[in-house]
Structures are given as C-alpha cells and as structure tokens.
C-alpha cells in the first residue's frame, strides 16, 4: 500500500508516479538445487543473472531488483516486458544446465502505477507481481488482468493467451484471475497452480468452543508473530478445537489456506508419509519423504495444521526445523500433548473450563443429545469430577437423554457407565491416549505417577517428592515433576501462592488401574504419613503470626486429608485416623467445616473396643463440640460428658474441645450457666498454655461475658488487654476476636469509634477465612448498624451471615441471626415475619444469647406487636411460625429483606 511519504524523493522533493510494465523471475527448486550442487550453482546462478540482464537491456527494460535466485526488470511498454519473458524463457531451455541437473525459471509480467525515487520503483505492484510469480511454474509465463489489458492489441498470431481462472495470492484478500502465455518454441502445459491446492475448511461446532474465546484469541495473536505454534493439553482438553478455530480465522491470509493432517495413532516411522498423504505430495524415486515434504511446503502458503504429533515430537521437530528454514511462506500450528522443543516455538498451554462453561457446555451437549440438566451444585460438583474437561463433559452429557444427572454422578463415582457410553469410540480413544502417554515414560517417571495417583486433590512439590520419590534428591525429584508437567500428565494450578499440581481423574484412572500394587501400597502409607504430619503441624500454625499460610495449605490439601482419614477407617487404622481427625477441630471449628467433627464421629464409631478407649477419647470431645454446632444437644452432652469421665479415669490430656462444647451448650440453650468448675478449668488451661493465642481467648470471653453482665469497664478493660496480647501474638484470628470484643464493650458509650473496631474486626477475621469470627462480629456489626443508623444498613451484613451460617449449618449462631433478623423485620414494618421469627426461635431452643441492647429491645418490640395486633392475629401467626423449617425461614428473610432494600435503593 502506498503511503504518502512514497510520494517524496529523499531530499523532501515530490516523488514522479507512473505506470510501468514489470518482469519478475524466479528459479524454481534452487533451494534443493543449492543442496545437492552447493559449487555448480555459483557459476549456474550468475550465467542466469548475465543471461536476464542482457535480454531485459535488449528490449529496452531496466532490471533493478536481484534477490537469491529471481530478479524484477521494468519496460516503459508492456509489449516490451512480453518480448523480453518469451526471449529469456527460450533461452534458458536451450541452454545447458546440467551441471545442477538443470534448471526452470518461472516467469510473470505485470502492469501497475509506482513511485520513482531516484529512479527507482516503489508500490503496491510489485507486492502484486511477486506474489503472482510465486503460483507459477518453471518454464511458465503468467500474466495479471492489469497486463493483459495493456497488451490487448499486442496479443495476435502465434501468441496466444489463456485463462487459469481466480486464484487467491499470499496476504492479498482478494483472488485475482490469472492468465497464461502460451508462444512457440515454450512448453504450454504446466501443472495446476501452487495456488490450486485446496485448502482445509475446519467446521465449527459452536457449543464445543464453549468458554474457548480467549484461547482461541490468544494462539491467532501468537500466528501473527510467530511461524510455529503449538497447543499444549492433555487429552481431551479440546486442543484441535482451538486449533480448528484459530486456523479458520487466519486460512485468508495464505495464499493455499490451511493444510491439515490428523497423525493420532499414527506410528513416528510413518508420521512423514502420513503428512505427505494428507496435503497429496507424491512420491519421487532418490527423494525422501521429508525432502519432498519440505519442497512441497516451500512451494506453497500455507498454514500447516498438525494433530496429536504426541508420539513422535522428534520426528515432526527434525521436519519442521528444515521446512521453517526453505519454506518462507509457511506457518505451522500443532496440538500435542508436549511441547517440540523447536527454536522460535510459541507454546500456549490450555487448561480445564471454568466451572460456569463447564457447565454451560454440559447443558448444551445434554440438549443436543435430547436430555436435560440444570445449573445445580451437583450439576457443577459432576463437572468438576470430570475434570472441567470438554471432551470427557461431551461423553457424559451424552447419556443425559436416558440417565438423570444424579445417576450420571453415581455411575461416575463408582466407575460403572453403561456400555452405550463405555463403548464410545471417543471415551476409548480418551483412554487409549492417556494409555499411551504413561507407556512412553521412563520406568523411575511411570512410577512417579503411579505414586501421586494416591493423592485425591492438588498437591506440592514437596508433597510430590516425599510421597512420589522418597529416596529421590530434591533436584531429581523437581525434574521428574517438570517432566510429568511438560507432558501434560500433571496439570498446573496457579493461584496466589505456590503453584499447586494434580492428575485428572480419568488419567489417575488409567494409570492406577495399570499401576503396580506395591507400588501404590507404599505411596498409600507414605501419603497417610505425610497428611497426618500436616495436620500436626498446622493446627499449631493456625494459632500463629503465619495462620493464613496454614489456613491455606490446609485448604489446599483438604481433600487429600478427607483420602488419607478415609483410607485410616478402611484399613482399621485407629491411630493415624485419630492422628487425622482431633487435630483438626480447631480449623473446622474456626473455618465452620462440619466435615471436621463428622470425622471424630467416625472414628468412635468405628473403634468401639474398651481396648481403644484411651485412643478414642479425644476424638468423642471433638464429635461433642460438633454435635453442638448443629444443634445436637442429646448427642453433645453424652459425648462431652464421656469424653471428661475418660479423661479422668484413664488420666488422658486435657480435653478442651469437650470443656468448651459443654459450656457453650449449656449457655446457649438456655439451660444456666456452664458448671463453674468446667469454666475455670478451661480458662486455667488456656492460661498455663505458651502460646498467646489461648491467653487472648480467655481475656476475650471474660470481657464478652462482662459485656453480656452489663459491666462495661470490667468489659473494657478486659477486651484492651486481649487487644494488646493478639497484637503481640500477630496471630490475625486472635486481633479480630479482641476487637470484636472491644468494641462490643464500648459501643454505648462510643458507637463510631465501636464500629471502626467492629469493621477492621471483620476485614481481619475474612482475610483468613474465619467463618466463626466473622459470624460473631457480622452479628454485633449489624446490631450496631441498626441502632446508630437505620435498620436497612444493617440488612446486607445479616444477609450476608445467613449465608454462611445456613451453608455450614452452624445452627446456633444462625437461630441468633434469625432473633436479630426478627428486630430489622420489625423496625421495617413486617410485623408478621417478625412474631414469626421470634416465635421460631423461642421454639429452637438453642441460641446464643444477645447482648443487652438487642435483649432490650426484642422485649419492647414483643411488647408493641402484642398491643397493636388482635389476640386471633397473634395466635394464627405463630401457629403458621410453628410450620416453618430452617430453610423455608431463611429464604423467607431473604424474599422480605431484598425486597426492602429494592426499595429503599429504587
């Protein structure tokens, strides 16, 4: 394209435009030719360059241009150009070129307007004449439409012109028709076009490219700047999809489009005839396949697509290396399951969905197969089963037509489909590839991962290296694990902080199913080992400076803790489970995991005998502790109760998560204060501990129970020393726990300065993922908010706890939710829902108490809602409360409270 300093000479003078005729040349195959006669072609090269200049000056043409083995020449007149292509094209066939066994020059004449700069030409036709050059064939004239109209009158006698039809040139958006000269003493008869191959189309089958966008975005940016890009996955991971897309929206920039060859199952030995097969490269004797290959692509412009080149990435990448360097018009775009280790190699790594496209892309291919599914967390927990994984979503989806999505989720869990799905050809090939993978690993890398299919979840490197090559140096052992990486058989999973690594499950299944028994029985143990020391270790973490650190690892590791606590129970294994369990009360307490304490539960009933009681006994404290969060009182005190009587009578360690379950259902049914004894024995224990975190806890329940006494200097007093030891301690649970206790000691007598205590409290409890703590300050936080400001600025913080506390089931904190949401439900003028809720909580019977404010004015609201309603209205309203379950009431609060803040915000 011309610009507009094309129009100015090198000085700043304006520039002379003209139309002038162009010859371009160019031998054909030297680049083979140079090969195999690196000397003769010296000499053949410049008695070619001689031979063209001489006959370009006799007909009065200019040649300007000389690049390797071609050459532009230009002519005031087109006939002149003409004359010149038919001499030189005689010429050089009766010359003798034996030497390099002989040579063919292809030749084109053009007519375009170019800018002069000192004399010489500049302009888009001479973009356009080389591009028609390249189509053509040695011995061959061809002619462009701008050419032939300009030798119109010239064209008579002998010398004929035909028609090739409309051909599409390299980065020209347009096809050109193009034409051949035919005259005695030349060969007339030419193959098709280099520009005749027919190029691939890929089609696109919207629903699978689901979630694909920005991958497919990503790998067409990569084409523009580099010539050989590889998609990076395993299988399954939907890499030719991407590949087809991207190919699709760059094929108009290649003069031949795209050029496709699919080598799965395709042996290394027969890859290269496979690609030969694929874009029609004949065979040729004395010539190797890769040789003809590498001819034929740098005749042609092409985008080069290879598939699942897997299995013989050396044998592509000596191919591609040589094509890269003689093929100038070439790109290539592979999918593989590991990189070709190629210079000027582009990788673009692809990784599982995100859940929401996994599950769009599940209800797609569900109603394609004539099925139905919906957006439910069992929809979004099968999909994370499979992996996020398109191909493997496709297949299951499939049988959405005959099975439901529950029993699609069965059948997966338990690895029995049936054979209408068993018998896929894409599940077997699935299997079959990931088969293949694990055959072609070193026997110390096979094992490896046979090894870290023992873990259920995502995993470290150091995890990987004590359980997958225990005797292995760490070096070694990081080496194996980026092997495995770049082979795609673990997949990375970045996030904030280390990077985390883990099997696909389909792949875990093959390789276990193919792995060695003693191989995996020993990986099982060292696993169960190493998760029971994390959990050592970090329940003592977790009440430090570093808790986020450890609240994370623990919740990275979470599920490969469930696996090793799960495989303790199976294998009758009462001390490692135990090991596994108790410790962890303390996160599942402050992070609202029931899970945690449904653990305890099992080991008591699964170790039953007198034999095992000393072993036990923690973990019955622990399932007491639990059984009161979601509002078990029978079970929470017999457990706590046995708990203590074991503790005494086999002089076991002190059991606080028993101590703590007992008084906090005893005060928070209602029933009285905790026995005082049971009291002080926690606080004296939490005291005579070295760590400061116990200290700031008991200096903080003291203050709260001041503040709920009605002394709010005790309460002060008490909350700023707890302030000042959680500060020491930097242990941020500790800091948001006294704070919130601060500042529900001064919020009569300072509500703002309360409230920014109450704010940082909450910021600081969620930065760790202290659902407990977070819970206890949302609740004071909105009380608060209610008071000073108005009762809808307190409706996003309650909606926001019954979320949590309805989602980890912690009942008792929820019921006192429910109590405050009763208030709020008052002050904004629904009296119905409000009795309602009040009623409802009377009957649970378990809530933690409120404080004096809030005690304050639930009596007065009692009171005017029983002044203002008929005795028939108040009676007919809790008997429709008594009904209502714990769902139906909080999806009752939310309806009522979004509703409110619609229209206050409308």
Do not use: K
Not at 297 to 302: G, K, N, P, T, Y
């Amino acid at each position: 394209m011309l610009r507009a300093s094309d129009y100015l000479d090198p000085v700043g003078s304006p520039a002379h435009r003209c139309s002038l005729a162009f010859l371009f040349t160019d031998i054909e195959a030297s680049t083979r030719r140079w090969e195999e006669f690196p000397d003769a072609m010296v000499a053949v090269l410049e008695r070619h360059d001689d031979l063209l200049s001489r006959v370009v000056t006799e007909h009065t043409g200019t040649a300007f241009h000389f690049s390797g083995d071609g050459m532009i020449a230009s002519f005031e007149e087109p006939s002149d150009a003409l004359a010149a292509a038919v001499a030189a094209q005689r010429e050089i066939s009766d010359s003798d070129w034996s030497t390099v066994g002989g040579i063919a020059v292809r030749m084109c004449v053009h007519v375009g307007d170019v800018v002069l700069r000192d004399g010489e030409p500049f302009g888009w036709a001479l973009n356009f004449g080389s591009r028609l050059n390249a189509i053509g064939h040695g011995g061959q004239i061809l002619l462009s439409p701008a050419a032939v109209d300009a030798l119109d009158d010239e064209l008579a006698g002998p010398t004929t012109v035909d028609s090739l039809g409309r051909h599409r040139l390299r980065d020209i958006v347009q096809p050109a028709e193009v034409f051949q000269l035919s005259a005695p003493g030349l060969a007339h008869e030419f193959p098709p076009l280099r520009g005749t191959v027919r190029p691939v189309a890929f089609v696109e089958l919207a629903h699978r490219l689901v979630g694909r966008e920005h991958d497919v975005a990503d790998v067409v940016g990569l084409l523009d700047d580099h010539r050989l890009v590889t998609i990076v996955g395993p299988p399954g991971i939907g890499a030719s999809r991407v590949a087809a897309a991207a190919a699709n929206r760059v094929a108009s920039q290649h003069a031949h489009g795209v050029q496709h060859a699919d080598l799965s199952g395709v042996s290394p030995q027969r890859m290269g005839d496979a690609i030969a097969t694929a874009l029609g490269v004949g065979r040729r004797p004395g010539s190797s396949v890769e040789q003809r290959l590498v001819e034929w692509l740098a005749e042609h412009d092409v985008l080069l697509v290879l598939e699942h080149i897997e299995r013989g990435v050396e044998t592509i990448a000596r191919l591609l290396r040589s094509a890269l360097v003689h093929a100038p018009g070439l790109r290539v775009l592979c999918t593989s399951q590991r990189p070709l280790e190629v210079d000027g190699e582009r990788v673009r790594r692809l990784d599982p969905l995100q859940l929401d496209d996994a599950v769009e892309l599940f209800i797609q291919c569900a109603a394609s197969s004539g099925g139905i599914a919906a957006d439910t967390p069992l929809l979004r927990a099968l999909c994370e089963r499979l992996d996020r994984m398109p191909l493997s979503i496709e297949i299951v989806a499939g049988g959405a037509a005959a099975y439901s999505v529950e029993e699609l989720a069965e059948m997966l869990r338990r690895r029995e489909f049936p054979e209408t799905l068993n018998g896929d050809m894409s599940m077997r090939s699935l299997t079959t590839a990931f088969a293949v993978a694990v055959d072609g690993l070193e026997p110390d890398r096979r094992t490896m991962l046979e090894a870290a299919t023992v873990f259920s979840g995502p995993f470290d490197r150091a995890a990987f290296a004590a359980v997958c090559a225990p005797d292995s140096a760490s070096p070694h052992a990081h080496a194996a694990l980026t092997d495995l990486i770049t082979r795609s058989l673990i997949h990375v999973e970045r996030g904030t902080g280390p990077d985390q690594f883990r099997l696909l499950h389909h792949l875990a299944d093959v390789v276990r199913d193919r792995a060695d028994r003693g191989v995996l029985e020993a990986a099982n143990d060292r696993f169960t080992r190493l998760m029971a020391e994390l959990v050592e270790v970090a329940s003592s973490g977790l009440r430090g400076p570093d808790e986020q650190l450890w609240d994370r690892r623990l919740s990275r590791h979470f599920g490969n803790i469930r696996a090793a606590f799960g495989r303790c129970i199976a294998l009758g294994d009462a001390a490692r489970a135990v090991a596994i369990a108790v410790p962890m009360w303390e996160y599942g307490f402050m992070r609202m995991n029931d899970e945690c304490f449904r653990w305890a539960e099992r080991v008591v009933a699964t170790f039953t005998g007198r034999d095992q009681e000393a072993l036990v006994a923690p973990a019955i404290g622990v399932a007491a502790l639990g059984a009161w969060i979601r509002d078990d009182l029978d079970d929470t005190y017999e457990w706590s109760r046995r708990a203590l009587r074991l503790e005494r009578e086999l002089d076991l360690g002190f059991d606080l998560p028993a101590r703590l379950a007992l008084i906090n259902a005893t005060v928070y049914s209602g029933d009285g204060a905790a026995p005082p004894e049971i009291f002080a024995e926690q606080a004296d224990y939490q005291r005579s501990q070295p760590e400061l975190y116990f200290h700031v806890n008991v200096a903080t329940q003291t203050s709260v129970m001041s503040t709920w006494l009605g002394d709010r200097e005790a309460a002060e007093r008490r909350a700023l020393r707890a302030v000042t030891l959680a500060r020491e301690s930097r242990n941020p649970s500790s800091l948001a726990y006294a704070l919130w206790a601060l500042g529900s000691a001064i919020e009569e007598d300072d509500p703002l300065r309360a409230e920014s205590l109450l704010g940082t409290a909450l910021e600081t409890a969620r930065d760790v993922h202290n659902g407990w703590i977070t819970a206890l300050v949302q609740m004071s936080l909105a009380s608060l908010r209610r008071r000073i400001s108005s009762p809808i600025d307190a409706v996003p913080l309650l909606l926001d706890q019954l979320d949590l506390l309805w989602r980890t089931g912690h009942r008792s904190h929820l019921w006192a939710a429910i109590r405050l949401c009763s208030l709020v439900a008052g002050d904004l003028g629904n009296d119905e829902l409000a009795l309602g809720l009040e009623s409802s909580v009377e009957s649970a019977g378990l809530v933690m108490p409120a404080l004096p404010a809030d005690s304050t004015a639930l009596r007065a609201q009692h009171e005017r809602i029983a002044e203002t309603h008929p005795g028939e209205w108040l009676v007919r309203t809790e008997a429709i409360a008594a009904t209502w379950d714990v769902d139906t009431i909080v999806a009752m609060i939310r309806a009522d409270f979004s509703r409110a803040v619609a229209d206050a915000t409308g």
